[in-house]
C-alpha cells in the first residue's frame, strides 16, 4: 500500500533532469528569439511594443527639428566667418599705407608708412626695389627696416605726427570703439546661439540676429570714421604730398561687415514662425 504514495530516487531523477532540461531550452529558446526580435525592430526603427521610433519633433512655440537645428548651425557658421574676418583686420595695422614720393628725398631709400587703429608703422625701403611704374614710395611689403609704435592717444592722450601732420585723436578713438563694441555684441550673438542650441529655445534667435546686424554695421560704420581720419589726418600739413590707399585689414573688416549682416539676417527667418516665401506661395493642407 505505501508504495504507491512514494516514489524512489531512480524513478524522480531522469523526470526531474527532463522538466529541467525542457524549462532550459525553452528559455534559452525564448532569449534568443527575443534578441533576435529586439535587433531587428532596432533595425527596422520599431520599439519592441510594435511601435515606430519616435523622433525629435518641434512642439509650438518650443524646441526645434533636427532640420531647423541643421539651419540654425549653417548661419551660425557664416557668422563664425564675420567674426574671424572682424578680428583679422581690427587685430592688424594695414588699414592704409602712406607714402611720399620715391624720389622726394632725393636719397637711396624712401620712407612708406602704415597705420591700423591702435598702431603705426614706418619703414625705409631701398628705391631701387621699387617698381619704376611707381611714382610713389613702397608698397609696405618691401624689404626695409620697419619701427612700429602704438598710438599714445589711448593713454596719455597725445597726438601722432607722421611726415609733419597730425592724427584727429577724436576720431581715431571713435573708430577704435566702434570695433570694439562691434566685438562684444558678436560675442553676445554667439552666446544666445549656443544657448539656443542646447536649450533648444528658437527665442534665442532673435536677439542674436539683433547683434550679429548691428555688430556689422557697427563694422562698418568704423571704417567710415577711419576714412574720415585719414582724410583729416592728411589735411593737417601740406609740406609733404603723401599718396595713400586703403589696404588689406579693410578689405577684411568691410567683408566681415556684410558677412555678419547676412549671418543676422538669416538668423532673423529663422527666427519666425513660417518662412516669407511660404506665404506667398499655395499650400495644398493649408499650412504655414
Known amino acids: ?40 525592430n532596432l533595425m527596422t526603427g520599431r520599439t519592441p511594443f510594435g511601435g515606430k521610433k519616435r523622433r525629435r519633433v518641434a512642439p509650438a512655440g518650443h524646441g526645434m527639428s533636427e532640420a531647423q537645428e541643421g539651419k ?18 581690427v587685430g ?38 621699387i ?59 554667439a552666446v544666445c546661439i549656443t544657448m539656443s542650441l ?9 536677439p542674436a540676429s539683433f547683434c550679429f546686424i548691428l555688430s556689422g554695421v557697427l563694422v562698418l560704420l568704423s571704417i567710415m570714421v577711419f576714412h574720415q581720419s585719414v582724410l583729416s589726418f592728411l589735411a593737417s600739413d601740406h609740406t609733404v604730398p603723401l599718396h595713400h590707399e586703403l589696404s588689406w585689414s579693410v578689405s577684411c573688416v568691410g567683408c566681415a561687415g556684410v558677412v555678419l549682416i547676412v549671418g543676422g539676417v538669416l538668423f532673423l527667418l529663422l527666427a519666425l514662425p513660417c518662412s516669407p516665401w511660404r506665404r506667398c506661395l499655395p499650400q495644398r493642407d493649408g499650412s504655414c
Open 1 to 40: 500500500m505505501w508504495s504507491t504514495f512514494f516514489v524512489h530516487d531512480d524513478q524522480v531523477g531522469p523526470a526531474a533532469a527532463g522538466m529541467v532540461g525542457g524549462g532550459g531550452a525553452g528559455g534559452a529558446g525564448g532569449a534568443s528569439s527575443q534578441g533576435t526580435g529586439g535587433l531587428a
Open 72 to 89: 540654425i548651425k549653417l548661419a551660425f557658421f557664416v557668422a563664425i566667418v564675420g567674426v574671424i574676418l572682424t578680428v583679422l583686420g
Open 92 to 129: 592688424t595695422e594695414f588699414w592704409v599705407e602712406m607714402s611720399p614720393p620715391k624720389s622726394f628725398y632725393n636719397n637711396q631709400t624712401c620712407l612708406t608708412a602704415h597705420y591700423g587703429l591702435w598702431k603705426s608703422c614706418t619703414k625705409s625701403v631701398w628705391v631701387s626695389d
Open 131 to 189: 617698381d619704376p611704374d611707381r611714382a610713389s614710395c613702397g608698397p609696405a611689403e618691401l624689404p626695409g627696416e620697419s619701427n612700429c609704435t602704438y598710438f599714445k592717444f589711448f593713454t596719455t592722450g597725445d597726438n601722432m605726427v607722421m611726415f609733419q601732420k597730425t592724427t584727429q585723436k577724436n576720431l581715431n578713438v571713435a573708430a577704435a570703439m566702434l570695433a570694439l563694441f562691434s566685438l562684444f555684441l558678436m560675442v553676445m550673438g
Open 198 to 206: 542646447s536649450k533648444e529655445i528658437l527665442f534665442f534667435l532673435k
